[in-house]
Structures are given as structure tokens and as C-alpha cells.
């Protein structure tokens, strides 16, 4: 039987890379605190995951104190092992570009790396107004930089900056055929997160700045507020 989400693992649980990303994902659990979050504000994660290669894989929900408060959703139906894993968690099955839940539902809305997976920048747009929707407070989405020397989901070098459409197919030729599909994989600079707020009118709302690793902006946070 295939490893759920097996396809995203593609460095092993204690490599070097994990290891930063495992310390590159507590400074934006960081950031996310820095927004202003209290121990009674309700949070909706959105893209949790089954995956257990890693102890950082759903760190909102293992790291914060206050389960209770957090509903989490994701379209991997087997998260639902959360609720069991960590009491007081709610797991909702739920597309982030089409939220089952009315406008305003939660104090915040956190995201992290999951908008380079759910497809086209229109997708992208859709996945961002819906979380700026059912927050009532802020939202606060993640995501890796393009610019960032290595590509965290290939570990590859340098191939990424190449104009999409060659990096595709580089991909594609070279067996990583999942990561080649745009649904899959379509990665973000900052001025192309910016465009996508400009265009569904989130401009004088939206934040956007980066966590740093070596120096050079590894991955962004976008926070949209909403007060």
C-alpha cells in the first residue's frame, strides 16, 4: 500500500534538509504568534496532511498549545487521525478553494505550504479569498520562495528559476513527472503573490515578507488582516 502523501517526501526523515526545514517552519510558527493570536481565538488550519514522515508535517497542530481552538481541514481524508493524535482537534474534510464554512467563522486562518499545491494562479486566488472569507481577524498563508536557491520539494538546484513551462518539462524528463504538473507544483515569488492580492482587491490589506535562511529569503508570509 503507497505511503499517503509519499510523493512530497522525497528527503528521509533526519537528511539535512528536513532538518531545515524543521527550523525554518518554527520561525514562521513564530510569525504566526506575532500576529497577534490569543489562547481564546479559534484558528482554521487548512492542508493538513495524514503524513507522519516528519514531526514537523502538521507543526500548527502539534506545537500549539490550545487544541481546542483549532479545527483543521484538508482534502487528505485520512487527517482524521489528528483528532485521535492530539485531543480537543477538529479535522473537517475540506477544499481550501471551496470552504464548507460561513464568512468570518474563525478568529484566524493559517496556511502553511499549501498554496503551491492547489494549481493555475487562479486557483491560487480562489484558495487565498476563501481563507481572507472565514477569517474574522487575519489570515496567514506560507509558502516557498521561487528565488530561493533550492526547490524544497525536489531538492533541486538552481532548475526552478528556469521560466515554468522549461521547468516542467526538466521535470517531467527526469522522472518527477508529479511535480511537473502545475495542480502539483506552481511556485510563488513575491511579486507574483503580490499580483494575485491586487487582483481580488486585497492590496491595501496584504503583508508580505519572509522568513530567511543564510541570508536570503527562503520562504514567504503573506498575512491579510482583516480589522
Not at 489570515?139 to 526552478?160: D, K, Q, S, Y
Not at 530567511?212 to 514567504?220: A, M, R, Y
Request: proline share 6%.
Amino acid at each position: 500500500m503507497a505511503v499517503p502523501n509519499a510523493q512530497y517526501n522525497v528527503a528521509t526523515p533526519e537528511s539535512l534538509p528536513v532538518r531545515i526545514a524543521g527550523y525554518q517552519r518554527r520561525k514562521m510558527y513564530d510569525a504566526f504568534l506575532r500576529v497577534g493570536v490569543a489562547p481564546s481565538d479559534t484558528i482554521l488550519d487548512i492542508g493538513a496532511t495524514s503524513d507522519r514522515s516528519y514531526d514537523h508535517s502538521n507543526y500548527l497542530v502539534c506545537w500549539y498549545p490550545h487544541k481546542r481552538n483549532i479545527t483543521a481541514s484538508g482534502i487528505d481524508d485520512k487527517a482524521d487521525f489528528l483528532e485521535e493524535a492530539y485531543p480537543g482537534i477538529r479535522f473537517v474534510h475540506a477544499d481550501g478553494r471551496r470552504l464548507p464554512f460561513p464568512d468570518r467563522s474563525f478568529d484566524y486562518v493559517h496556511s502553511a505550504a499549501v498554496i503551491e499545491h492547489v494549481g493555475s494562479r487562479l486557483q491560487q486566488a480562489a484558495f487565498i479569498s476563501e481563507a481572507v472569507r472565514v477569517a474574522r481577524k487575519a489570515a496567514f498563508l506560507t509558502t516557498p520562495n521561487r528565488w530561493f536557491p533550492v526547490e524544497f520539494h525536489t531538492i533541486l538546484p538552481f532548475a526552478h528559476w528556469l521560466p515554468p513551462r522549461m521547468f516542467r518539462a526538466m521535470l517531467a524528463a527526469t522522472g518527477k513527472e508529479f511535480f511537473a504538473q502545475e495542480e502539483n507544483l506552481n511556485l510563488l515569488s513575491a511579486g507574483e503573490l503580490r499580483r494575485i492580492c491586487d487582483s481580488i482587491g486585497l492590496r491595501a490589506r496584504a503583508t508580505i515578507s519572509g522568513v530567511q535562511l543564510l541570508g536570503i529569503v527562503s520562504n514567504l508570509v503573506l498575512v491579510v488582516s482583516k480589522a
